[in-house]
């Protein structure tokens, strides 16, 4: 899918909020417009993306800088990562490669393209009908905590 359909999103913070169930890691991103979008994932992927995002030094590699490792061992980039779909509170996402010029397209989780992202400068974009269902503003965003106080 060309860029031009697309809305550039960036990760703005990893956070917790609390739930029914206790507290959950999220996501939060952000558009250029000022959108913001909460995508849940796990507790080792919210790890992940955190310490990637804030820059961190790992002093073993986690599995996200696994693969970076052997995309670049096989001649591959990350070019750009989809977050396509959402179905019944899931997303969905493709992570497009680049290899000798080529485009790989591969299903992926989008906590896996976000852990990626951060590691590699991978752009993520998703899609305006996303941003119109679950996009909101920074008020509505509020009570959320930094992930990394929990740690």
């Known amino acids: 899918m060309p860029e031009k359909n697309l ?11 609390e739930t029914t169930e206790g ?3 999220v996501v939060v991103l952000k558009t250029k417009e000022n959108k913001y979008m909460k995508v849940y994932v796990g507790l080792s992927e919210a790890i992940s993306i ?6 961190m030094e790992l002093k ?5 800088d696994l693969i970076i490792d ?8 990350a070019e750009k990562a989809i977050i396509d779909e959402l179905e019944g509170g ?4 493709q992570l497009t490669l680049l ?3 080529k485009e790989l397209n591969i299903d992926a989780r989008p906590s896996d393209c976000m852990a990626l992202s951060t590691r590699c400068k991978t752009q993520l974009y998703t899609k305006p009908k996303i ?6 503003d920074k008020e509505e965003i509020e009570d959320l905590k930094p992930f990394h106080e929990y740690l």
């Not at 052997?70 to 980039?77: E, T």
């Open 99 to 101: 290899k000798k010029g």
């Open 70 to 77: 052997l995309l670049d061992k096989v001649g591959a980039n």
């Open 7 to 17: 809305i550039p999103i960036d990760i703005e913070d990893v956070c917790v909020t």
């Open 131 to 136: 941003i119109e269902e679950v996009g909101k």
């Open 90 to 93: 899931v997303f969905f996402a």
């Open 23 to 25: 507290i959950a890691p």
């Open 60 to 64: 073993r590699p986690y599995s996200h």
């Open 50 to 55: 955190d310490k990637g995002h804030r820059g």
